[in-house]
């Protein structure tokens, strides 16, 4: 068993084992699933005129959580479902150019996000690759608390029509969403 020493930053297990790119199995899915593809007339404009930001968790299969089908909405991921100007950016290209209207925002419980520190993290970086990012981490506590604020920031960007917006944290130990109240 070889060990590998990761040259990035912060590495949050110990890596033991020998890492196998998955790059040729996925390669391979795709020939199956591009065999009996039937989506090749779906409209550009997702059909629910729906946008949903969610956190990047691997245990979040979007699709199946909202029972969404291919074509029905936008989704936008990232480390913790934060509106970040990118995100915003997304947003407000899906809504001017793309036909949607609605917003969902999807946090969890058990995040990544809870288990950092921004400035450990940062300090981290630096001291080994000499320089500190631009972009802030937004590591939280509460994903109650971090979902209204999320919500917060789409409520008072220009760019961004938040008529009709909700937030959720989904339990990923039981399935379930927890609506989030905008005020609290
Ligand atoms: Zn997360």
Partial sequence: MTQIRSKRSVPSTDVTEEFVPSADQLVAHNERFSGSFEDG???????????VVACMDSRMDIFKILGLENGEAHILRN?????????????????????????????????????????????????????????????????????????????????????????????????RLREVSQAE
């Fill in 79 to 175: 480390a913790g479902g934060v509106i970040t100007d990118d995100v915003i950016r997304s947003l407000c290209l899906s809504q001017r150019f793309l036909g949607t209207q609605e917003i969902v925002l999807l946090h969890h419980t058990d995040c990544g996000l809870q288990k950092v520190s921004e400035d450990e993290f940062k300090a981290d970086l630096e001291a080994e690759l000499g320089v500190k990012p631009r972009w802030s981490l937004e590591p939280f506590t509460d994903p109650y608390g971090d979902t209204r604020q999320s919500m917060q920031r789409l409520i008072v960007t220009p760019f961004v029509d938040a008529s009709y917006l909700r937030g959720f944290v989904y339990d990923v130990t039981d399935g």
């Fill in 41 to 51: 007339d779906l409209a550009v404009a997702p059909a629910m005129k729906l946008a």
